[in-house]
Nanobody
């Protein structure tokens, strides 16, 4: 079973930016559709963005225009660039292989002044 490892979270002020990373250590990574989710305190885990094997992307309304998902197949990485962060973006962020119930430990993002 592939282990997903997220990193890049932290504490930022409103309006700040963060770039989250997720390493997917498998030689099959280029065949995986990948996604980012987040879970806010007391809420369910919500889908933010998907990137397909061909590079096509889709975003949830909460991520559209502020977040960008990308991938580097040579590095076996998927990224989430987050700009203009808001306090309501405070959550634990997870990457995921689309369609599979496999999760890493997540990375915490806190947005506050």
């Amino acid at each position: 079973q592939v282990q997903l490892v997220e990193s890049g979270g932290g504490s930022v002020e409103p309006g700040g930016s963060l770039r989250l990373s997720c390493v997917v250590p498998t030689n099959d990574f280029s065949t995986y559709d990948m996604s980012w989710f987040r879970r806010s305190p007391g809420k369910q885990r919500d889908l933010l963005a998907i990137i397909r094997t061909d590079g096509n992307t889709n975003y949830a309304a909460s991520a559209e225009g502020r977040f960008t998902i990308s991938r580097d197949n040579t590095q076996k990485m998927v990224y989430l660039q987050m700009n203009n962060l808001k306090p309501e973006d405070t959550a634990t962020y997870y990457c995921n292989r689309v369609g599979y119930n496999i999760w890493g430990q997540g990375t915490q993002v806190t947005v506050s002044s």
